[in-house]
C-alpha cells in the first residue's frame, strides 16, 4: 500500500518511533503530569507536516490565510497560549452549563481540562511558531486567517454522570424547576455554520441528533464542515461519528510521516483505525508537534490535528482563488491528492478516502475548472460508496446508504433554496421552474418524518475510558472492520445505522492521542 503513496519525508528528517497513549480529555479528571518538553530535535521532527505541506513556501508566496474566516467548534481556548499570540481570535461562548452552578463554563481560559484541546487545534491553525519557553512551537497552516472559535464546552464525566449530571453539557436551565436541557455543542455548531464563514472545522464527533441542524444548513447554505475521523483504540465505547459521518462533509483520516494511517504508523503497535464509512481525505495527523495541559510544546496524535490542516488549506485556495466555490474547492482537493496525481483520477478507499493532501499542488491547480457540486455529497444509493464492505448487494434506499444518508435532499430543501450546487427542489433565485405545492407539502412531510424519528435517538459519542497504551495485541487485518480487544467487532454507526442503534453510553471523543515522555 505505501508505495502508492508520495513519500513525505524531508531530507533533513530521520525517522522516529513514537510511543503513544490513548487518552480522554475529561472535565472533572486531573490531567496528568506532564514529562520534560520535547528536545530541539524531536520539536523539529513534530513540525514534519509543515515541511510536508511546504509551508515556508507557501507562506512566503503570500498565502497566509489573509482576509478568510475560519469557524472551529472546540471545547474552550486559552488565549494566552504562546503560540496564539498575535493571532486574529474571536470567541463565541456561553454555551455549556455547569450543572451545579448553573452558570456558563468559561470560554476563554487556563484551565487545561476546558481548554488544552481547543487550544492546540486553533495553533494548527493560526500559530506563530513560538513555545511558551522561547523554543520552536506550533506553526499554523493560515496564520492570518480570521478565527471565530465557539466554545461548545468540555464534556462531562463519567464521575459528573454518576452525581446526577445530564450526560450531554446543556445550554439552557429551566428558571421553574431548575433542570437543564439543550445541547452546547449542537448551539455552539449551529451558531457555527451560520457565523458566515465559508469552513466550519469540528475536532468532535457525536450523535446524529446532535449535529443534524448543522449539517443541514450548511449544505443549504454552502458551507464546506470539516470534522475528525474516530481515533483507533481498544478501548472506545460507543460509537458515533458525526458530523464526520454526514454527506457531504469532508472526514479526515490522520497519517504519519511513514504515509500510514494512524494506528498502522510508526509507534502505534498494532491499534487499528476505526475511521467512518466517508473518509474523504487524509492529512499529517501523528506526533505533530502541538500544545500539553501544562501549555507546555508537546507530541500529540489525532485526527484532530489533522483536520484543521485540511481546513487550513481550504481557505489557503479561497485566498488565492477567491472567485471559486466551496464546492469547486473540494473538488480540487480531491483532484490533487497524491494518489489522485499518480492515477490521473479521484481514487477512493476506505482507509485514506480520496489520499494525502498535496497543498502545492492543490494551490497551483485552478479550482474554476471544476462544476459546483460536492463530490463528497452522495445523492443515489446506486453510487458505488453506497455499498458497505460487508454488503453483497447496492443499496437500493439512500436510506441504507453506508456513505451516509444525513443531510437528505429533502432535509436540505425543507430547510431553504439550495445554493451548495446540490440538487434542489427548492425554488432557487436564478428562475428555475418550481415545484407544485403539493411536491412541497411531500418534502416537508418526509423531512418532518425523519426529524421525528430521529429525535427519539439520545446522542451517541464515543470516548476512551481510560489512559492507556495502545492494544499490541494481534487485530483483524482489514482497517474497516477492526475488532476490539475484547474480540467484539466495533458497531458501526454511520449513515442509516446510527439511527438504527441501540442506545450505548453517553461518550465522547475529540480526536487526540497524546505521547508522555521522550522517545524509546
Not at 497560549?81 to 451545579?100: F, M, P, R
Not at 478565527?147 to 461548545?152: K, N, P, R, S, T
Not at 474547492?329 to 492515477?343: E, F, K, W
Request: with cysteine; hydrophobic share 35%.
Amino acid at each position: 500500500m505505501n508505495k502508492k503513496f508520495r513519500n513525505f519525508r524531508s531530507a533533513s528528517f530521520k525517522g522516529f518511533v513514537a510511543a503513544s497513549a490513548f487518552a480522554a480529555l475529561m472535565l472533572g479528571n486531573g490531567m496528568a503530569a506532564q514529562a520534560s518538553p520535547p528536545s530541539a530535535q524531536d520539536r523539529a521532527l513534530g513540525l514534519w507536516y509543515a515541511d510536508a505541506l511546504d509551508l515556508q513556501t507557501v507562506h512566503e508566496s503570500g498565502l497566509t490565510g489573509k482576509g478568510v474566516r475560519i469557524a472551529v467548534v472546540d471545547d474552550g481556548i486559552n488565549l494566552d497560549a504562546a503560540e496564539l499570540q498575535g493571532a486574529n481570535i474571536k470567541v463565541h461562548g456561553g454555551y455549556c452549563l455547569n450543572q451545579d452552578s448553573g452558570k456558563p463554563f468559561p470560554s476563554n481560559t487556563t484551565d487545561a481540562t476546558i481548554s488544552q484541546h481547543g487550544t492546540s487545534v486553533v495553533a494548527m491553525l493560526v500559530g506563530n511558531g513560538r513555545a511558551a519557553d522561547g523554543g520552536q512551537g506550533t506553526l499554523g497552516v493560515v496564520p492570518d486567517a480570521q478565527i471565530d472559535f465557539y466554545a461548545a464546552g468540555p464534556a462531562v464525566s463519567e464521575e459528573q454522570e454518576s452525581a446526577g449530571w445530564n450526560k450531554i453539557c446543556p445550554s439552557k436551565k429551566d428558571s421553574s424547576d431548575g433542570s437543564f436541557t439543550g445541547s452546547a455543542w449542537k448551539d455552539a455548531t449551529n451558531a457555527a455554520v451560520e457565523s458566515g464563514a465559508s469552513l466550519v472545522s469540528v475536532s468532535l464527533a457525536g450523535s446524529v441528533i446532535t449535529f443534524q441542524d448543522a449539517l443541514i444548513q450548511a449544505a443549504s447554505r454552502g458551507v464546506t464542515i470539516v470534522a475528525s475521523a474516530l481515533n483507533p483504540g481498544d478501548d472506545s465505547i460507543g460509537v458515533g461519528g458525526f458530523p464526520a459521518a454526514g454527506n457531504g462533509s469532508i472526514s479526515v483520516n490522520a497519517v504519519g510521516r511513514d504515509n500510514n494511517v494512524i494506528g498502522k504508523s510508526d509507534g502505534f503497535g498494532g491499534g487499528l483505525q476505526v475511521g467512518s464509512g466517508n473518509i474523504g481525505i487524509s492529512a499529517p495527523g501523528v506526533r505533530i508537534l502541538s500544545i500539553g495541559s501544562d501549555w507546555q510544546p508537546a507530541i500529540e496524535h489525532g485526527t484532530s490535528y489533522a483536520t484543521p490542516i485540511v481546513a487550513g488549506a481550504l481557505a489557503l485556495a479561497s485566498q488565492k482563488y477567491p472567485k471559486a466555490t466551496q464546492n469547486q474547492l473540494i473538488n480540487s482537493l480531491i483532484n490533487t491528492t497524491n494518489v489522485s496525481v499518480q492515477s490521473g483520477t479521484p481514487s477512493w478507499d476506505r482507509v485514506f478516502g480520496y489520499g494525502i493532501i498535496s497543498l502545492p499542488t492543490l494551490l497551483n491547480n485552478d479550482p474554476m475548472n471544476y462544476s459546483d457540486d460536492n463530490p463528497l455529497y452522495v445523492k443515489d444509493p446506486s453510487d458505488p460508496r453506497c455499498k458497505g464492505p460487508r454488503e453483497t448487494k447496492q443499496p437500493t434506499s439512500m436510506d441504507n446508504c453506508q456513505w451516509g444518508d444525513t443531510p437528505t435532499l429533502a432535509e436540505i430543501s425543507a430547510a431553504k433554496p439550495s445554493s451548495s450546487g446540490l440538487p434542489s427542489a427548492a425554488p432557487n433565485h436564478s428562475g428555475e421552474n418550481k415545484l407544485p405545492i403539493l411536491s412541497w407539502i411531500l418534502w416537508i412531510g418526509v423531512a418532518g418524518v425523519l426529524v421525528i424519528g430521529l429525535g427519539i435517538a439520545v446522542p451517541i459519542l464515543i470516548v476512551s475510558r481510560k489512559r492507556s497504551k495502545l492494544s499490541k495485541q494481534p487485530r483483524n487485518a482489514d482497517f474497516t472492520h477492526p475488532v476490539l480487544s475484547h474480540a467484539e467487532p466495533v458497531n458501526r454507526m454511520f449513515g442509516a445505522e446510527a439511527r438504527k442503534s441501540a442506545q450505548p453510553p453517553h461518550t465522547d471523543d475529540r480526536g487526540s492521542i497524546h505521547e508522555k515522555g521522550a522517545d524509546k
